[in-house]
């Protein structure tokens, strides 16, 4: 699947920001990646999001609705599902295409407005990306984590749609690793 490189930039940011949802610390409370304005302004910066300006508690609120949008999207159980959530999504950013070159990057799109807010923006472009993927008739592509402990996020890019775990070196490897000394002890039991 040929995938532009805003596209890419975009699919990477929106399963970045489905993975601040909270998740349970070492203590058993909740953790979330966008907690306050400095997680916030670390995801924007992780993500080079450019031209941002000064952030403030409602941003952060707009942008944790953004995320909790996209993760309806992806625990839609159908296409036809996945299509109205990011048409909702999409349509409430005021979705404006526009091409541009900015940050040393050749000539993409953006799918925001000039002046958008960057729940907008997240809205707009990640939404986008994720159509393009209902459109290709790769839903199946947005996946969670099948480690029993974890539910990150991710897009299966694989070439044959196998990928089960948000990492092979982390999820993948503990698994695979644990199910390999539960076959050596039941052998040797």
């Given at each position: 699947m040929l995938i532009p490189h805003d596209t890419r930039i975009a699919l990477d940011t929106v399963v970045d920001l489905l993975n601040t949802v909270p998740q349970d610390d070492a203590t058993g409370g909740p953790?979330?990646?966008?907690?306050?304005?400095?997680?916030?302004?670390?995801?924007?910066?992780?993500?080079?999001?450019?031209?941002?300006?000064?952030?403030?508690?409602?941003?952060?609120?707009?942008?944790?609705d953004v995320r909790a949008r996209f993760a309806k999207v992806f625990a839609a159980p159908a296409s036809s599902v996945a299509?109205?959530?990011?048409?909702?999504?999409?349509?409430?950013?005021?979705?404006?295409?526009?091409?541009?070159?900015?940050?040393g990057y050749d000539w993409h799109v953006h799918y925001f407005a000039p002046g958008a807010s960057v729940a907008d923006r997240l809205a707009?472009?990640?939404?986008?990306?994720?159509?393009?993927?209902?459109?290709?008739?790769?839903?199946?592509?947005?996946?969670r984590c099948e480690a029993p402990d974890c539910g990150h996020a991710f897009v299966d890019?694989?070439?044959?749609?196998?990928?089960?775990?948000c990492s092979s070196r982390t999820c993948g490897n503990r698994l695979h690793v644990a199910a390999y000394r539960a076959r050596r002890k039941e052998a040797a039991g």
């Open positions: 953790l979330d990646g966008l907690a306050d304005i400095d997680a916030l302004y670390d995801f924007l910066r992780r993500n080079l999001v450019s031209g941002v300006g000064d952030l403030g508690s409602r941003d952060l609120r707009a942008v944790q299509a109205t959530l990011l048409n909702e999504l999409v349509a409430a950013a005021g979705t404006t295409p526009q091409l541009t070159d900015h940050d707009a472009d990640c939404g986008m990306a994720l159509a393009f993927f209902i459109v290709a008739g790769e839903r199946e592509r947005l996946r890019l694989s070439r044959n749609r196998s990928r089960r775990y």
